[in-house]
T-cell receptor, first 115, second 111 residues
Framework: NAGVMQNPRHLVRRRGQEARLRCSPV?????VYWYRQLPEEGLKFMVY????????ESGMPKERFSAEFPKEGPSILRIQQVVRGDSAAYFC?????????????FGDGTRLSIL | QKEVEQNSGPLSVPEGAIASLNCTYS??????FFWYRQYSGKSPELIMS????GDKEDGRFTAQLNKASQYVSLLIRDSQPSDSATYLC???????????FGQGTRLTINP
């Protein structure tokens, strides 16, 4: 399967713990996007990264959230000191070129549940 | 005004009929538009992209774009129960290098 791979598919954390979500883009794609989706709502943009660079993090909360896309390895979305409101589905997408020029392809998502 | 607006539905269409989904957007200079299908509990799946005014057909799907009126639509001909899903409209925000999604329209095809 050469698609976007996300893991884990489901993640349960207690309040105050850290959540770490991983995303491996389609082979050859160097653009990665993270989105959050609450039940019955659309996708909300969080952050756009290229290898080793954060291009746009305007949709990401200023505190507790961070993202990286290292030269080697998957992109990581990290949520520190999780709260109940962080419960959502987190989707990663990748594209070959910039958003708009190339369509984005989505992974299966990570469903994060906070106890 | 939201950047991308869709009627959240639900939209019910009898099997075999044409389903029409609409989307309006606020950014006049947007150039790229996408329709995604999302089944419950699953990831969004790209089904159509359109970049210029007019119609674009792919099988039973037709995307229509009118930049002057700032709307994009998706028509599904010969609707099947398997088409029942939420359809997300996504618009490129010029210069921002990102897509903005509408809230989605839930479509139900009734056998």
């Amino acid at each position: 399967n050469a698609g976007v791979m996300q893991n884990p598919r489901h993640l349960v954390r207690r309040r105050g713990q850290e959540a770490r979500l991983r995303c491996s883009p389609v082979k050859g794609h160097s653009h990665v996007y993270w989105y959050r989706q609450l039940p019955e709502e659309g996708l909300k943009f969080m952050v756009y990264l290229q290898k080793e660079n954060i291009i746009d993090e305007s949709g990401m909360p200023k505190e507790r959230f961070s993202a990286e896309f290292p030269k080697e390895g998957p992109s990581i979305l990290r949520i520190q000191q999780v709260v109940r409101g962080d419960s959502a589905a987190y989707f990663c997408a990748s594209s070959e070129g910039m958003a708009g020029n190339q369509p984005q392809h989505f992974g299966d998502g990570t469903r994060l549940s906070i106890l | 005004q939201k950047e991308v607006e869709q009627n959240s539905g639900p939209l019910s269409v009898p099997e075999g009929a044409i389903a029409s989904l609409n989307c309006t957007y606020s950014d006049r200079v947007s150039q790229s538009f996408f329709w995604y299908r999302q089944y419950s509990g699953k990831s969004p799946e790209l089904i159509m992209s359109i970049y210029s005014n007019g119609d674009k057909e792919d099988g039973r799907f037709t995307a229509q774009l009118n930049k002057a009126s700032q709307y994009v639509s998706l028509l599904i001909r010969d609707s099947q129960p398997s088409d029942s899903a939420t359809y997300l409209c996504a618009v490129e925000i010029q210069g921002a290098q990102k897509l903005v999604f509408g809230q989605g329209t839930r479509l139900t095809i009734n056998p």
